[in-house]
């Protein structure tokens, strides 16, 4: 029998059916996802141009995520008293003692220049060593009335939303990184159903040889590709065994691996030891500190004044005793930053977040796990899967023209 090539090559075309069907699931579903975070920052002109869904929102996306770490794991007024004040002030030790020697020099300096250039050296060493005694004790003073106070020093929404939103790269990494089996899996899937879609697709073109459902079925892959990965991330959310199988949403089943990442990325880049103390002494509660501050400083003037009272009085509410208690609480003040960092080390150990946080989110039921990477796709899913739709429907067409036209 002779083999009819013309015959064979007409069916080629039809055969191009399932492959166009597989590459344009595929193409709209990577889209879907770059859309989703690309670019950081709007291209184009409005209202022609786009920015990533996770950037354009980050700010409504940084609040959700701060009111899931609140109310689900986190309580960092409990865990910030764990720090111990005596211990802060015992890590702070070396460094104080130079510091306290370096503002009384420039505090005594600026108003007591003579006096203070001929005064013995004896009182002098006097005066450094009472000093340096006295401020360990302001810096453990200053941390018990900050764990008193915690919530009016410590905005941790207004920390971690200011964070992530000056900081859209970090904000998208967050969710990056967590989902990043999941993301792959959606681009892969959108091959696999498309492919699927397009055998359909091809039986039904083979005998209703339309110029629409080739455009038709371009949409419902675009559509449906996108939809179907959506669901397979978080459907079903508790796990159905149907014999030795087990049938669970991706992101439900990787929860341990994704609490792992997550609390690592907000323990060390958005709510750090760092950033917490940088908050509390240079943020909107810096003025309370500074109070704190002032009252200890005004005690340890009290004592120096008593021990250099046969070279000058100093009265307490005396001009010259607020000047001096300024500028030292000022000086104080300017060089705490620096200062505070030798406690870092003691601080993260004892505040223990990265654990706290991966435990908590491990142990969560599947529905509230869930909301950790929902909102990514919630915000604006529709309007993704639409615009598969419609990448589908004009490949659809464009097939139709190329092959069968």
């Given at each position: 029998m ?9 069916y ?20 879907a ?54 211990k ?34 004896s ?13 360990p004790v ?48 959606i ?25 629409w459902i080739?455009p ?15 669901k ?60 704190i ?11 120096m ?41 003691y ?7 990265e ?31 639409v615009i ?18």
């Amino acid at each position: 029998m002779a083999i009819n090539f013309d015959e064979i090559l007409g069916y080629l075309p039809y055969l191009t059916i399932p492959l166009v069907s597989a590459l344009v699931g595929w193409i709209t579903n990577v889209l879907a996802i770059k859309m989703t975070f690309y670019p950081i920052e709007y291209f184009g002109v409005k209202p022609f141009g786009w920015q990533g869904i996770i950037p354009s929102k980050a700010r409504k996306m940084a609040e959700t995520a701060v009111d899931l770490w609140t109310t689900k794991l986190l309580d960092i007024g409990v865990q910030f008293s764990k720090i111990k004040p005596s211990k802060v002030a015992e890590e702070m030790a070396p460094s104080i003692e130079n510091l306290s020697k370096q503002i009384i020099d420039e505090v005594m300096d600026a108003k007591l220049h003579r006096i203070w250039q001929n005064a013995p050296h004896s009182l002098k060493e006097n005066v450094y060593k009472n000093v340096s005694a006295n401020l360990p004790v302001i810096v453990e003073e200053m941390m018990k009335d900050v764990e008193k106070d915690f919530s009016g020093m410590l905005d941790l929404k207004y920390l971690a939303v200011s964070s992530l939103t000056q900081n859209k790269k970090l904000l998208n990494q967050m969710f990056l990184k967590c989902g990043e089996a999941e993301f792959k899996f959606i681009m892969k899937s959108g091959l696999y159903f498309g492919f699927i879609f397009g055998l359909t697709q091809m039986v039904v073109w083979y005998y209703f040889p339309f110029w629409w459902i080739l455009p038709l079925f371009g949409v419902l892959v675009g559509y449906f590709t996108n939809f179907l990965a959506l669901k397979l991330i978080f459907r079903p959310l508790n796990p159905i065994k149907i014999g030795k199988l087990t049938i669970q949403g991706m992101f439900i089943k990787r929860q341990k691996e994704v609490s792992t990442e997550y609390s690592n990325i907000v323990a060390s880049k958005i709510i750090t030891i760092e950033n917490i103390f940088e908050y509390i002494i240079r943020g909107p509660g810096s003025e309370k500190l500074e109070k704190i501050v002032q009252k200890q400083i005004e005690q340890t003037i009290n004592e120096m004044a008593g021990l250099i009272k046969s070279l000058v009085e100093i009265t307490t509410g005396s001009q010259l005793f607020t000047h001096i208690r300024n500028i030292a609480c000022f000086r104080f003040m300017q060089e705490l930053p620096m200062n505070i960092r030798n406690v870092f080390g003691y601080a993260e150990n004892a505040l223990d977040l990265e654990h706290i946080l991966r435990t908590k989110m491990a142990e969560l039921p599947p529905v509230e796990f869930e909301a950790f990477l929902r909102p990514v796709f919630k915000e604006d899913e529709t309007k993704l899967i639409v615009i598969g739709a419609i990448l589908g429907g004009v490949a659809g067409l464009l097939q139709y023209f190329i092959a069968f036209y």
